[in-house]
């Protein structure tokens, strides 16, 4: 069974900072790219950061670098996202999503419920 659970969202100031994780099943955990995407009210879906641990990199989306990272506890079986210098835009829902190859497209087999993200003052 493939599962992702999201937690860490609220409601911060901008230049604030959160932490999402993702807890995975370890079937999830284990397949060949983890990540997450986020998707705004009238928008697609996008990518924030994807990453394989298997050597395939690691690829953050131009708007979050420098801003936002991604790591994992691989006792906890848990991917997380810390989020600093947060800007209004990006408030989104934020997924974890997990895929048998590394892409930045929003075409992976597996989602998490998602969790929302609001940076306002």
């Known amino acids: 069974q493939v599962e992702l659970v999201e937690s860490g969202g609220g409601l911060v100031q901008p230049g604030g900072s959160l932490r999402l994780s993702c807890a995975a099943s370890?079937?999830?955990?284990?397949?060949?790219?983890l990540g997450w995407f986020r998707q705004a009210p009238g928008k697609e879906r996008e990518h924030v950061v994807v990453a394989s641990w298997s050597g395939g990199g690691t690829y953050y989306r131009d708007s979050v670098k420098g801003r936002f990272t991604i790591s994992r506890d691989n006792a906890k079986k848990t991917v997380y996202l810390q989020m600093n210098s947060l800007k209004p835009e990006d408030t989104a829902v934020y997924y974890c999503?997990?895929?048998?190859?590394?892409?930045?497209?929003?075409?992976?087999?597996?989602w998490g419920q998602g969790t929302q993200v609001t940076v306002s003052s």
């Open positions: 370890e079937r999830a955990f284990n397949m060949y790219s």
């Open positions: 999503a997990a895929h048998r190859f590394l892409t930045t497209d929003p075409i992976y087999e597996y």
